[in-house]
């Protein structure tokens, strides 16, 4: 294979590593696909090393070995699954090497993001399932519902002001202590514990803790130590808003 063609191997190999990764994808899963997609265009040797914040990549015949870095995740499995497609398509010999890196930066170009209304919604609505889900009153729905829709907007707006998810997490939960803490005292909630429970769940990084997991399962020590202490740092920040509430 040319040297010509092994780059462009190598930079839609990097891209379709970089759209998973930025999206929630698993590092081994990356890896894996980053891989696949070259085997598929004729590439018989290639490395991938991918952490949480960057990817490199290197083919045998290429001396150059390229280095990604990834500075934002975000949680967007329908991305994930469109890579995945692309790469599955690649290795049936469905798509040509101009075909498929025109169809991963249409994806990675995407904004498909439902709007903050929605997103809000979604979580004061998940915010008082998870109160029932936890044995609390229906009476305490709507109080949930309430917390939880702040505490969202809150954690929206200030990670958009501040590049710091721990300040941002602190502040979301911090909000819904005091939300929850007044619904209370103005007698519009009754169980301020079930009441705080249920509306800090939006926050708590569940997919972040399986990835981690699955990571460490897989082998990948360092993918799943990193994201294992992002998820004790978000569990903390989250704890330490309401503990802060309590004890003022």
């Known amino acids: 294979?040319?040297?010509?063609?092994?780059?462009?191997?190598?930079?839609?190999?990097?891209?379709?590593?970089?759209?998973?990764?930025?999206?929630?994808?698993?590092?081994?899963?990356?890896?894996?696909?980053?891989?696949?997609?070259?085997?598929?265009?004729?590439?018989?040797?290639?490395?991938?090393?991918?952490?949480?914040?960057?990817?490199?990549?290197?083919?045998?015949?290429?001396?150059?070995?390229?280095?990604?870095?990834?500075?934002?995740?975000?949680?967007?499995?329908?991305k994930v699954d469109l890579v995945n497609s692309i790469s599955r398509r690649i290795s049936s010999g469905e798509l040509s090497m101009e075909e498929a890196l025109l169809a991963l930066k249409q994806v990675n170009q995407s904004k498909e993001e439902y709007p903050i209304w929605i997103q809000v919604f979604a979580a004061s609505i998940a915010s008082g399932c998870f109160l029932i889900m936890f044995q609390?009153?229906?009476?305490?729905?709507?109080?949930?519902?309430?917390?939880?829709?702040?505490?969202?907007?809150?954690?929206?707006?200030?990670?958009?002001?501040?590049?710091?998810?721990?300040?941002?997490?602190?502040?979301a939960s911090f909000v819904i202590g005091v939300t929850a803490y007044g619904l209370v005292i103005w007698d519009f909630g009754v169980q301020l514990d079930k009441i705080i429970i249920g509306s800090v769940m939006p926050l708590v990084p569940g997919l972040l803790i399986?990835?981690?997991?699955?990571?460490?399962?897989a082998g990948h020590l360092v993918a799943g130590l990193s994201k294992g202490a992002e998820a004790f740092l978000t569990a903390f920040a989250i704890g330490a808003g309401i503990a802060a509430v309590l004890s003022l």
């Open 1 to 78: 294979m040319q040297k010509t063609n092994l780059k462009e191997v190598m930079e839609i190999s990097l891209l379709a590593g970089k759209i998973m990764l930025e999206n929630g994808a698993e590092t081994y899963r990356v890896e894996d696909t980053m891989n696949r997609i070259a085997r598929a265009f004729g590439v018989e040797q290639c490395e991938s090393f991918v952490t949480p914040t960057g990817i490199i990549f290197s083919i045998d015949d290429v001396e150059q070995t390229k280095l990604v870095r990834v500075f934002e995740r975000t949680t967007d499995l329908h």
């Open 210 to 217: 399986t990835s981690a997991v699955r990571d460490l399962m």
């Open 136 to 171: 609390g009153l229906w009476a305490d729905f709507v109080p949930a519902m309430v917390a939880g829709g702040l505490g969202f907007i809150t954690l929206i707006y200030i990670h958009q002001l501040v590049k710091i998810k721990f300040f941002a997490e602190f502040l």
